[in-house]
C-alpha cells in the first residue's frame, strides 16, 4: 500500500467519525503524510484529486473533504515559498 493510499484510509476513516476534531486530525496527518521531498508536489496533487472523489462518492462528508483540500492547499502554498 503507498503512502497516498495509507494517508486517504486514514482521513476517509476520520471522514465517517463524529469526532469534532477531525479536522485538526485531518492536518496533522497530511503535515505527516511526507513521500519522498522529490515527489510531494505531485502526491499533494494526488490527494487533492482523491478529495474532490471521495466528496463526490460521499456528499454527506463534502465539508470534510473540502477542508481537506484547504489543507492540501495551503501545504501545497507553503511548497513555493
Same mark, same amino acid.
Given at each position: !500500500? @503507498? *503512502? /497516498?493510499?495509507?494517508?486517504? *484510509?486514514? /482521513?476517509? +476513516?476520520?471522514?465517517? &467519525? =463524529? =469526532?469534532?476534531?477531525? /479536522? %485538526?486530525?485531518?492536518? !496533522?496527518? %497530511?503535515?505527516?503524510? @511526507?513521500? #519522498?521531498? @522529490?515527489?510531494?508536489?505531485? @502526491?499533494?496533487?494526488?490527494?487533492?484529486?482523491?478529495?474532490?472523489? $471521495?466528496? $463526490?462518492? &460521499?456528499p454527506?462528508?463534502? #465539508?470534510f473533504?473540502?477542508?481537506?483540500?484547504?489543507?492540501? +492547499?495551503?501545504?501545497?502554498?507553503?511548497?513555493?515559498?
Amino acid at each position: !500500500m @503507498s *503512502d /497516498l493510499e495509507e494517508c486517504l *484510509d486514514a /482521513l476517509r +476513516a476520520l471522514a465517517r &467519525s =463524529d =469526532d469534532r476534531t477531525k /479536522l %485538526i486530525e485531518a492536518e !496533522m496527518l %497530511i503535515h505527516e503524510f @511526507s513521500p #519522498s521531498p @522529490s515527489q510531494l508536489r505531485a @502526491s499533494l496533487e494526488g490527494l487533492d484529486n482523491a478529495a474532490i472523489r $471521495e466528496a $463526490e462518492l &460521499s456528499p454527506q462528508d463534502a #465539508s470534510f473533504w473540502q477542508g481537506v483540500r484547504e489543507i492540501v +492547499a495551503a501545504r501545497l502554498e507553503g511548497l513555493l515559498r
